[in-house]
């Protein structure tokens, strides 16, 4: 098995026996481990079509985007190994593991990122501040908040499609997660859906 195999593999493991395994060199390998154009499937263990019948989404869902184009990858990765000089995980060391599924016609952004040190969620200002829409200052409030949340706290940004949470880690480091509904005026789901399909997706990672 890669080392990406079985990183994932202890991953769900984890999950399974009700532990708490993520950790900042397991999602580093999985990082490394990934083919640097993307893969055509997420490596983590969520189950999108489980989170969301528990957050309220009676939808279709599954990985990958709604409306596939056989182009785009499903999964991609940053940090890592392919940190260069002056990449916000070269300055900050960790890896970021981003998956894209979808509930009906809405896609949704799954980041996962773990770090050496606080705070991991600042890196995914950008992924925030692309989703929320919100302008420079809001999404810098909300980036902070976030950070200073207690760990296993859900946090939905003002713009309601957006919600982000720390995770328990295995050791040293910081790690959060960060979901996010792409716009689309089909099926909107509610704020508190938002929260919910986050944390059943937070249970399924740590």
Known sequence: MTAAVLAAVTLLAGCQSG??????????????????????????????AAAAESAGLDREAGSG????????????SEGGK????????AEHPGALVSCTFHIGRRDIQVH??????????????????????LSGSETIDYINGAAKAETGDVLVASSGNVATVRLKLKGEGDAALLVGFEDSSMGAPSPKQVEELTVALTDQVQ
């Open 82 to 89: 392919r940190a260069q000089p002056g990449d916000p995980l």
């Open 112 to 133: 996962t990122i773990a770090t050496r040190k606080p705070n991991a969620i600042t890196p995914l200002a950008p992924a925030a501040a692309a989703l929320t829409r």
């Open 19 to 48: 532990t708490t395994p993520l950790t900042v060199s397991g999602l580093t390998e999985i990082a490394d481990d990934m083919p640097e154009d993307g893969a055509s499937s997420c490596p983590l263990p969520y189950d999108m």
């Open 65 to 76: 985007p709604a409306r596939e184009d056989g182009d785009t990858p499903i999964a991609t």
